[in-house]
């Protein structure tokens, strides 16, 4: 088991920034690779972020590319999400999930995703 814990979510101002973070315990933090998704009132859950454990991959949605950033520090079991020129498109729950899939082009499926934390929200004011 993996236990997910998101933070660092709240209200910001349009072309604000945000960092969330995603502390993980139980089995081997670095063993997965950390993705992140948010989902909006009305919408389905939805793919943003995705980090290798060995950090030396990285997978963006379209639609944060060149304003979002994943990191993860494996010493600390934690993996961040940096949000930069935040839009109110961006306002939705946002969710930390763990993966052992290897390869990065699935880690946009969600049904790819072993754990999830509960989630921190994010709201962006116009």
């Known amino acids: 088991?993996?236990?997910?814990?998101?933070?660092?979510?709240?209200?910001?101002?349009?072309?604000?920034?945000?960092?969330?973070?995603?502390a993980a315990s139980g089995r081997t933090f670095s063993n997965y690779a950390m993705g992140w998704f948010r989902q909006a009132p009305g919408k389905e859950r939805e793919f943003v972020a995705a980090i290798?454990?060995?950090?030396?991959?990285?997978?963006?949605?379209?639609?944060?590319?060149?304003?979002?950033?994943?990191?993860?520090?494996?010493?600390?079991n934690t993996v961040y999400l940096q949000m930069n020129s935040l839009k109110s498109d961006d306002t939705a729950v946002y969710y930390c999930a763990a993966t052992m899939q290897r390869l990065p082009r699935l880690w946009v499926l969600r049904e790819q995703y072993e754990y999830w934390g509960q989630g921190t929200q994010v709201t962006v004011s116009s």
Request: one cysteine or more; glycine letters at 8%.
């Open 1 to 22: 088991q993996v236990q997910l814990v998101e933070s660092g979510g709240g209200l910001v101002q349009a072309r604000g920034s945000l960092r969330l973070s995603c």
């Open 52 to 76: 290798s454990w060995s950090r030396v991959s990285t997978y963006y949605a379209d639609s944060v590319k060149d304003r979002f950033s994943i990191s993860r520090d494996n010493t600390k």
